[in-house]
């Protein structure tokens, strides 16, 4: 087992030095949309009591996340640290994308680098990671989660391809640890599993198969064992069984929603996440196949199955709740469009029609190859203008709260004295080059959880949070304090009015807006 296992790092690292270029690509890529986390020390929404709090375990045991608990203890990063943790995220984004081009080259056993160049472009630059990744909190723990989805689907190819079962047992392993960093995990699985399925030089019927099996079997068992986990050790884990929307909401808003996030990810709503990029990739795919129609349904039926799991892939979650994920857990999205062009472009496209016209043929590639860097470019762009909108934000937050306390400290109150109580809301001023806030991107922490029942007790407390990140310390006031505070400010007037801050019995109130 030592052996193989030498022998696969090995082949990484002789994959790397033949591919100089591919890894300086990454590097580079890499640090251009997420370089600017490294240095930064905006407090974004989950690192707020981390940094009050070093050491605590989050929620991440209560909503069945026990593999990221275990990446901590291993790496020793439980102790936040901002540039610590973005360091390492920033290294294990570069390994999972180059380790998943490693992968394919392995099972496809293409010799043309360019494709990967296009691949790594397409899913590092994808908008979509700014709402994961803007949860700095997590931000190494979930790379490196993916990053052990490519070693396991690489340790289950070694395996397929006449390995010791090790090799899949080691695999299963490590996507249970996946798994259980983060549901979405399961859902990328499938993608690049049925990436590399579609990919694999097989195409015997019968044989390829059984390679299905090799590939589905040990996925099937490793969601199992991830299942009973949670189930035994966090049976108070309703964070997944909370989003299903079937048997809860009627069967139409259901599909409503489903409609919705195909919607979504096709282009057709008006989101910063998601642009025309997947709608072009279908369309291009549609082209090639009726250009190609003779050829193609001479195609084994499991590598249909497999191109359909890849392009379905993106609507698992939504189909399996009926409900709309959040953006922050679509990131297959990125994977299925780099999976797609990485294809597209690793050959030149044999069109039925232009099979004599050698020219044609070389047009249409450099025409593929174009269409991906302008994908990159486009992504890239709003990528960086997500980032620069926090970062805005985070001033804004900042300016805030100095004024507040600025005009606490010119009323002669001081925080020792009083609850504190933060009714209304207040968003942060945007500037034109900024985009608008969505979820918690350019989200103020004086806009936070202000719904959430009991109102204005939790976005109180995130206030409170956001102040011990720069050593103001405020004791927020209790849920009855919170009713008093409410029902005083209606007679207030609203921030930045004089008056706007005051105090009833031991509560400070401080009004930003009408009740």
């Not at 299942?227 to 909401?249: H, P």
């Not at 991906?372 to 909108?389: D, E, K, M, P, S």
């Not at 989200?443 to 990140?469: G, I, L, W």
């Not at 609203?494 to 807006?513: F, H, M, Q, R, T």
């Amino acid at each position: 087992m030592a052996k193989k296992e030498t022998g696969m790092l090995k082949g990484f690292i002789k994959f790397c030095n033949e591919r100089r270029n591919l890894v300086i690509f990454s590097i580079v890529m890499t640090a251009l949309v997420y370089g600017c986390r490294i240095f930064s020390q905006s407090v974004t929404v989950d690192t707020d009591y981390m940094i009050n709090m070093p050491g605590y375990m989050y929620n991440w045991l209560d909503i069945g996340r026990y593999g990221l608990i275990v990446t901590e203890k291993i790496f020793g990063v439980r102790w936040y640290n901002p540039y610590v943790n973005s360091a390492f995220a920033y290294v294990t984004i570069n390994l999972f994308l180059l380790v998943f081009c490693y992968v394919f080259e392995d099972i496809s056993e293409w010799k043309n680098s360019n494709n990967y160049y296009i691949f790594c472009v397409i899913v590092i630059t994808h908008p979509i990671w700014v709402s994961q990744w803007i949860f700095k909190l997590q931000n190494f723990q979930i790379a490196f989660s993916i990053l052990l989805i490519a070693v396991a689907l690489g340790m289950l190819f070694q395996w397929i391809k006449g390995g010791s079962i090790f090799w899949m047992l080691f695999s299963v392993i490590l996507m249970v640890w996946s798994f259980g960093s983060y549901q979405t995990n399961i859902e990328l699985f499938i993608a690049v599993g049925a990436a590399a399925l579609f990919l694999y030089k097989e195409r015997d019927f019968k044989r390829l198969f059984l390679v299905c099996l090799k590939v589905v079997l040990p996925f099937l068992g490793a969601f199992i064992i991830n299942q009973i986990i949670v189930k035994l050790f966090f049976s108070s884990a309703t964070y997944l069984t909370d989003q299903i929307m079937w048997g809860k909401a009627p069967v139409q808003t259901c599909l409503d929603n489903i409609i919705t996030n195909f919607r979504q990810v096709f282009g057709f709503e008006k989101i910063n996440f998601f642009d025309i990029t997947y709608s072009i990739l279908c369309l291009v795919i549609a082209v090639f196949v009726l250009f190609n129609l003779k050829k193609v349904l001479k195609v084994c039926i499991w590598k249909w199955l497999a191109a359909f799991f890849v392009l379905l892939a993106p609507f698992m979650m939504t189909i399996a709740t009926g409900a709309i994920p959040v953006f922050r857990s679509q990131y297959v999205v990125p994977f299925c469009c780099g999976c797609i062009l990485m294809y597209l472009t690793s050959r030149e496209i044999q069109m039925g029609i232009f099979e004599q016209l050698v020219h044609v043929k070389k047009g249409i590639h450099v025409l593929l190859v174009l269409l991906a860097l302008w994908i990159g470019l486009n992504q890239t762009g709003t990528t960086l203008r997500l980032w620069y909108t926090d970062d805005v934000r985070y001033e804004q937050d900042v300016t805030m709260l100095n004024e507040i306390m600025y005009r606490i400290d010119n009323l002669g109150y001081s925080l020792e004295d009083y609850h504190i109580a933060v009714i209304g809301r207040k968003s942060a001023p945007l500037n034109n080059s900024c985009f608008p806030a969505v979820e918690f991107i350019g989200t103020s922490y004086f806009d936070m959880f202000v719904d959430t029942e009991p109102q204005y007790f939790f976005s109180t407390a995130k206030v409170r949070d956001f102040a011990a990140t720069r050593g103001i310390t405020m004791t927020i006031s209790t849920e009855a304090e919170i009713a008093v505070a409410k029902e005083h400010a209606a007679s207030m007037p609203s921030w930045p009015a004089e008056g706007c801050i005051d105090v009833i019995d031991n509560i400070l109130v401080i009004k930003l807006s009408d009740v």
